[in-house]
């Protein structure tokens, strides 16, 4: 196995049909019958990652692996296990092992069945440069990162991630994908603070260490020697990267069927509760976007309407979800779903038409500018009542201009009341993928301007 | 994209989605992996590294099984199980660590691991870090199994489904639950470490636990309690583990207790005296001690994403963590707990290490080449998330020594404060200093007596400042090693099972009550 076998067309037609046989040997090991149901997918990753700290390389990795994750219901005893054993043994004991487990389990009466035959989208979200590039090809952006800081010292990573996925099922539906998937995320320090920078994209070669460097480079010097803040209710300009960790706590607290129909979410379906300036949706085929035309059950991923000028629209569903809400799936299935339940993961934030976060901060009588939110939880769902901290560059906005840096500051507060109605005040007109808290290349957002945001402590406290 | 290779298959997929399954090698006739060929691939890809410049290699071939059952609502809701076996390969190479991970165990691909392991490493030079040594430590040969008395994987799975359809539906049957849950969890670990330096161990680690908890859903809000903590209770250890929880005895209570939370008054914001039950001083300790000693955080190795440390080792020996009661170790030998073992990911024997002496600040969590830069002894706290992850320093089983008091005698000599329970969110920054912790309940203490119940407890403060104020401590028959199977850390995120041995206690003047 060399660095480069993945890459080429020939070694990925061969990889698809490697993936093909494992589901095919799979299904015909569990044998065909009546009451029998199973989908099967197989999947190969090259992974590459080198992080870096102190300004210099210090991890620096590579992986192949394969795993094949087998789900079957017999007569609605349902059970799942997964292997990276992909020999005749290792299939072998997979199929055992979830045939001697479902044997034991009382029939699922919420059991969806597997998907039947059904379109999916032809997406291609890969690029074959990335799905294997060499260890020196991540090296030289975190060079240009590092590089970018003069007196700063750097940490942070860059990694490049290809996937190609087989499904099958025993209804005879199929689906193939594969994606890709890079990111330079990196801080620059000073011995009082850090400024970060992120990049996402399908394309590794369309990262720009240098520009992502400077931006963590100028946000770490601009914020060096910061002063507290007194806890109280602020004006905020947010970055992507913190818009990007509200749409994913509103994904995956909120519009999530499960917790819905468990009374557990803040979704009021038709109700206005967003500002009519607030514009979410899911769509895994948008020409942006990353990862598989099908989710984890092998159901088609369709544009999904979410919120539309602050009126919350729909939810994400699986075919869990969907059967006992009397709908379809909307294609949101994930791995570990029939506990987590459906999670939307192509999420886009719609922008505005600030040319800029300098316009945003412009409008700012006395407010704060925050480049990241820190480490959130949720203390209750049903309210999105979050706390978190701010972090690599937060500053005190003064008649729209930033005055000062301030220390990193602990917020606590409701992710929908902040967005609620007559609170989102204006939107960039760029958008991006960003780094929320869930990880990159879930949210493509733009920076906002909202009304008020609840700090409860800083640093004393 | 679909392949050129096969233009028919696409076609027919965006059509119908249909396919024929297409017989494949029949699934029936394999024998099981032969566990004795796992020192071979280990071997194997060191060699591989080796024969490509590395100066030092080390590689762990692995076989990890977990079983998972989780119930709702009187039905289970998932029962699966997931198996990874590979070989992962570390090379030191100019200075400068590359690692290599594969899942086709043959020493052929092990050997190329090795191989790439050693071209990664290369490529690390073109950003150099200061150059990587290893302190020593004893060449081994050797091999540990976890002690238990009864295998998790030998318990069938159906006791252990009816257990906990028995438990979500004894909680369902208290009126205003909406939601009662229960999970177990099984892992066993098998690992064979191999280095260039002559170290040849086997480990098996057998872990597992679980829990259960009831929600209660009111007009605005939700209401949970979990039992034996959140998230459940896991230990090293055999199923007997499980059994003694008697999730039975208490499902009623916590249903009842989530319904009462409903309806009960608001944590007030104060500056009050808190009494803290053990899980939740447990991870006051995970959060606020254990991750601010890891000694690569301190040196500024995890800085961009999980945040470096307020600890500087220039003060290590004099720095005031706390108050005279505080007294913290890091054991990786103590019998049950969750972050025990034989040998770390390095081969370095399990071992205990103090960490605050009387409060004051005297050790770190390391690794050999952690410890080699800090002038320090390799703490062997050094595990990886699986055979292709990267090891780093993960906290053992970091704990705090009982005191000489007793809850009881706690609440007995507190004249106003709040008793919290159950941790239900946590958040600190990326120096480890400021936190706010959320509690599933809480009761108010008046005069030595604990009062009505409070929802939506909270507390906050800053690292030094809040153990100062700890004041009493409960003694050794409080003193329980809680597991903490989701600690997160490093990128990508790698998933580590710790422990926290705790008791109940004191602290004086809290900020609590923090509103949203």
């Known amino acids: 196995m060399s660095a480069t076998d993945g890459a080429g067309p020939a070694a990925a037609a061969a990889e698809v049909v490697r993936l093909?046989?494992?589901?095919?040997?799979?299904?015909?090991?569990?044998?065909?019958?009546?009451?029998?149901?199973?989908?099967?997918?197989?999947?190969?990753?090259?992974?590459?990652?080198?992080?870096?700290?102190?300004?210099?390389?210090?991890?620096?990795?590579?992986?192949?692996?394969?795993?094949?994750?087998?789900?079957?219901?017999?007569?609605?005893?349902?059970?799942?296990?997964?292997?990276?054993?992909?020999?005749?043994?290792?299939?072998?004991?997979?199929?055992?092992?979830?045939?001697?487990?479902?044997?034991?389990?009382?029939?699922?009466?919420?059991?969806?069945?597997?998907?039947?035959?059904?379109?999916?989208?032809?997406?291609?979200?890969?690029?074959?440069?990335?799905?294997?590039?060499?260890?020196?090809?991540?090296?030289?952006?975190?060079?240009?990162?590092v590089a970018a800081g003069e007196s700063t010292r750097a940490a942070g990573y860059v990694d490049a991630a290809g996937t190609r996925t087989v499904f099958a099922n025993s209804a005879g539906h199929h689906a193939t994908g594969s994606w890709t998937r890079a990111t330079i995320d990196g801080i620059h320090q000073t011995t009082t603070s850090a400024g970060k920078g992120h990049q996402t994209s399908r394309r590794?070669?369309?990262?720009?260490?240098?520009?992502?460097?400077?931006?963590?480079?100028?946000?770490?010097?601009?914020?060096?020697?910061?002063?507290?803040?007194?806890?109280?209710?602020?004006?905020?300009?947010?970055?992507?990267?913190?818009?990007?960790?509200?749409?994913?706590?509103?994904?995956?607290?909120?519009?999530?069927?499960?917790?819905?129909?468990?009374?557990?979410?803040?979704?009021?379906?038709?109700?206005?509760?967003?500002?009519?300036?607030?514009?979410?949706?899911?769509?895994?085929?948008?020409?942006?976007?990353?990862?598989?035309?099908?989710?984890?059950?092998?159901?088609?991923?369709?544009?999904?309407?979410?919120?539309?000028?602050?009126?919350?629209?729909?939810?994400?569903?699986?075919?869990?979800?969907?059967?006992?809400?009397?709908?379809?799936?909307?294609?949101?299935?994930?791995?570990?779903?029939?506990?987590?339940?459906?999670?939307?993961?192509?999420?886009?934030?719609?922008?505005?038409?600030?040319?800029?976060?300098?316009?945003?901060?412009?409008?700012?009588?006395?407010?704060?500018?925050?480049?990241?939110?820190?480490?959130?939880?949720?203390?209750?769902?049903?309210?999105?009542?979050?706390?978190?901290?701010?972090?690599?560059?937060?500053?005190?906005?003064?008649?729209?201009?930033?005055?000062?840096?301030?220390?990193?500051?602990?917020?606590?507060?409701?992710?929908?009341?902040?967005?609620?109605?007559?609170?989102?005040?204006?939107?960039?007109?760029?958008?991006?993928?960003?780094?929320?808290?869930?990880?990159?290349?879930?949210?493509?957002?733009?920076?906002?301007?909202?009304?008020?945001?609840?700090?409860?402590?800083?640093?004393?406290? | 994209m679909v392949p050129d290779a096969t233009p028919d298959r696409r076609a027919q997929q965006t059509v119908t989605g249909r396919r024929q399954v297409r017989q494949g090698t029949p699934v029936g006739c394999a024998t099981t992996t032969r566990r004795g060929r796992l020192f071979d691939y280990a071997e194997a890809a060191v060699q591989g590294a080796l024969d490509a410049g590395a100066t030092y290699a080390d590689a762990r071939a692995l076989l990890s099984r977990e079983e998972a059952v989780f119930a709702r609502d009187g039905l289970i809701e998932s029962?699966?199980?997931?198996?990874?076996?590979?070989?992962?390969?570390?090379?030191?190479?100019?200075?400068?660590?590359?690692?290599?991970?594969?899942?086709?165990?043959?020493?052929?691909?092990?050997?190329?691991?090795?191989?790439?392991?050693?071209?990664?490493?290369?490529?690390?030079?073109?950003?150099?870090?200061?150059?990587?040594?290893?302190?020593?430590?004893?060449?081994?040969?050797?091999?540990?199994?976890?002690?238990?008395?009864?295998?998790?994987?030998?318990?069938?799975?159906?006791?252990?489904?009816?257990?906990?359809?028995?438990?979500?539906?004894?909680?369902?049957?208290?009126?205003?639950?909406?939601?009662?849950?229960?999970?177990?969890?099984?892992?066993?670990?098998?690992?064979?470490?191999?280095?260039?330096?002559?170290?040849?161990?086997?480990?098996?680690?057998?872990?597992?636990?679980?829990?259960?908890?009831?929600?209660?859903?009111?007009?605005?809000?939700?209401?949970?309690?979990?039992?034996?903590?959140?998230?459940?209770?896991?230990?090293?250890?055999?199923?007997?583990?499980?059994?003694?929880?008697?999730?039975?005895?208490?499902?009623?209570?916590?249903?009842?207790?989530?319904?009462?939370?409903l309806s009960a008054e608001e944590c007030p914001t104060a500056e009050s005296d808190l009494v803290l039950e053990s899980s939740q001083l447990a991870l006051q300790i995970h959060e606020s001690v254990g991750h601010a000693i890891e000694l690569d955080r301190i040196l500024g190795w995890e800085a961009a994403f999980a945040g470096t440390s307020f600890l500087d080792l220039a003060k290590l020996g004099s720095l005031r963590y706390g108050s005279e009661l505080m007294n913290i170790t890091a054991d990786a030998t103590l019998p049950r707990a969750l972050g025990t073992f034989g040998y770390d990911d390095e081969g370095t024997p399990a071992q205990q290490v103090d960490i605050v002496r009387d409060g004051t600040w005297v050790g770190v969590l390391s690794g050999r080449d952690s410890a080699h830069i800090a002038g320090l002894p390799p703490g062997g706290m050094v595990r990886a998330d699986g055979y292709n992850r990267l090891p780093m320093v993960r906290m053992t089983n970091v704990g705090i020594m009982p005191g000489d008091s007793s809850l009881d005698e706690i609440i007995s000599e507190t004249r106003d404060g709040v008793y919290m329970s159950t941790n239900r969110s946590w958040s600190i920054d990326d120096k480890r200093l400021n936190f706010q912790f959320g509690c599933e309940i809480a009761w108010e203490v008046k005069n030595g007596r604990r009062g009505r119940m409070l929802r939506n407890p909270t507390y906050t403060g800053i690292t030094p400042v809040f153990w100062s104020k700890l004041d009493m401590l409960a003694g050794p028959d409080e003193w329980v090693a809680w597991g903490t199977p989701n600690c997160g850390k490093g990128q990508p995120m790698q998933v580590a099972h710790t422990g926290h041995p705790a008791t109940p206690a004191r602290f004086r003047n809290v900020r609590v009550g923090v509103r949203g």
């Open chain 2, 79 to 261: 029962l699966r199980t997931d198996e990874h076996a590979g070989v992962g390969v570390r090379a030191l190479m100019g200075g400068a660590w590359g690692f290599f991970a594969t899942n086709d165990l043959t020493e052929a691909s092990a050997r190329s691991a090795g191989q790439q392991a050693a071209t990664i490493a290369r490529a690390s030079a073109m950003v150099p870090f200061p150059d990587v040594s290893l302190t020593d430590v004893p060449v081994v040969q050797d091999s540990y199994e976890t002690p238990h008395d009864e295998d998790p994987f030998a318990v069938a799975i159906s006791e252990k489904a009816d257990l906990l359809v028995g438990v979500t539906t004894a909680m369902r049957e208290v009126d205003g639950i909406a939601v009662a849950r229960a999970t177990q969890r099984s892992w066993s670990t098998e690992k064979w470490f191999v280095s260039s330096q002559g170290h040849r161990i086997s480990q098996r680690l057998v872990e597992c636990g679980g829990g259960m908890d009831a929600t209660a859903v009111g007009d605005n809000e939700t209401q949970r309690r979990s039992y034996p903590q959140a998230f459940g209770q896991y230990a090293t250890g055999g199923y007997e583990i499980i059994r003694d929880f008697d999730l039975p005895a208490h499902a009623p209570r916590i249903a009842e207790e989530a319904v009462a939370l």
């Open chain 1, 204 to 461: 590794l070669g369309a990262l720009d260490g240098g520009a992502t460097g400077r931006r963590a480079a100028r946000l770490a010097a601009d914020s060096a020697d910061a002063g507290d803040l007194e806890p109280g209710r602020y004006a905020v300009v947010l970055s992507p990267e913190c818009v990007a960790t509200i749409a994913q706590f509103l994904a995956f607290y909120g519009f999530n069927a499960k917790a819905h129909l468990e009374g557990q979410s803040f979704v009021e379906l038709g109700e206005q509760q967003f500002d009519e300036a607030f514009q979410l949706w899911d769509a895994a085929l948008d020409d942006r976007a990353l990862g598989l035309g099908f989710d984890a059950e092998g159901s088609p991923k369709r544009r999904l309407q979410l919120v539309t000028d602050g009126v919350t629209g729909n939810l994400a569903h699986d075919r869990r979800t969907a059967g006992r809400a009397g709908t379809q799936t909307t294609g949101h299935a994930i791995a570990g779903g029939e506990v987590y339940g459906p999670v939307p993961t192509n999420l886009f934030v719609g922008a505005g038409d600030a040319p800029d976060v300098g316009a945003l901060v412009a409008q700012v009588d006395r407010g704060l500018l925050v480049t990241e939110l820190n480490y959130c939880r949720v203390l209750d769902p049903r309210t999105q009542v979050v706390t978190g901290l701010t972090r690599n560059g937060t500053f005190l906005i003064e008649r729209g201009e930033v005055t000062r840096p301030v220390t990193n500051l602990r917020f606590t507060q409701s992710f929908v009341e902040g967005l609620g109605p007559g609170r989102l005040l204006a939107a960039t007109a760029d958008t991006r993928f960003a780094d929320g808290e869930f990880g990159p290349g879930m949210v493509h957002c733009p920076a906002v301007r909202l009304a008020s945001w609840n700090i409860t402590g800083g640093a004393r406290g």
């Open chain 1, 20 to 145: 093909e046989r494992l589901c095919d040997q799979v299904l015909a090991g569990l044998g065909a019958g009546a009451g029998i149901e199973a989908q099967v997918i197989a999947t190969a990753s090259r992974w590459g990652l080198t992080r870096f700290a102190n300004s210099g390389i210090h991890q620096h990795v590579g992986e192949h692996t394969v795993t094949v994750s087998l789900q079957a219901a017999f007569d609605g005893r349902v059970a799942a296990a997964s292997t990276s054993r992909t020999d005749d043994a290792g299939l072998y004991e997979l199929v055992q092992r979830v045939e001697g487990a479902a044997a034991v389990r009382p029939v699922d009466p919420e059991w969806p069945g597997v998907t039947p035959p059904t379109d999916v989208a032809d997406v291609d979200h890969a690029d074959p440069a990335t799905h294997e590039p060499a260890p020196a090809a991540r090296a030289a952006h975190v060079e240009a990162f």
